[in-house]
Nanobody, 120 residues
Framework: QVQVAQSGGGSVQAGGSLRLACTAS????????ISWYRHTPGKEREFVSG???????????SVKGRFAVSQDSSQHVSRNTQYLQMNTLKPEDTAMYYC??????????WGQGSQVTVSS
């Protein structure tokens, strides 16, 4: 049974750092990628970052140079963990952050969300 677990987040002052983690486990389908999105009430969900199946990382323009994504993959166990290191945080980074785990045939599973609050 597929499980997606998020951890990290919290409250920090502007300029501070936080790290999020997303672990996908228990799957038997082909794993494709993990990506991060964030949502603020009144706004549309926004892509933040991710690593594709070819190992290429991508970032939204708003977080380039401040956020860094990395991944631990196990080749022998159905388990992948991706980390989102968020540095030089700004108040506008305040949002609920979700990871999305994609498998073949575009089957997506979402994490439970992690609140990030940045105060000025």
């Amino acid at each position: 049974q597929v499980q997606v677990a998020q951890s990290g987040g919290g409250s920090v002052q502007a300029g501070g750092s936080l790290r999020l983690a997303c672990t996908a486990s228990g799957y038997t389908w082909c794993f494709v990628e993990i990506s991060w999105y964030r949502h603020t009430p009144g706004k549309e969900r926004e892509f933040v970052s991710g690593i594709d199946n070819d190992g290429r990382s991508s970032y939204a323009d708003s977080v380039k140079g401040r956020f860094a994504v990395s991944q631990d993959s196990s080749q022998h166990v159905s388990r992948n963990t991706q980390y989102l290191q968020m540095n030089t945080l700004k108040p506008e980074d305040t949002a609920m952050y979700y990871c999305k785990v994609r498998f073949c045939q575009n089957r997506d599973y979402w994490g439970q969300g992690s609140q990030v609050t940045v105060s000025s």
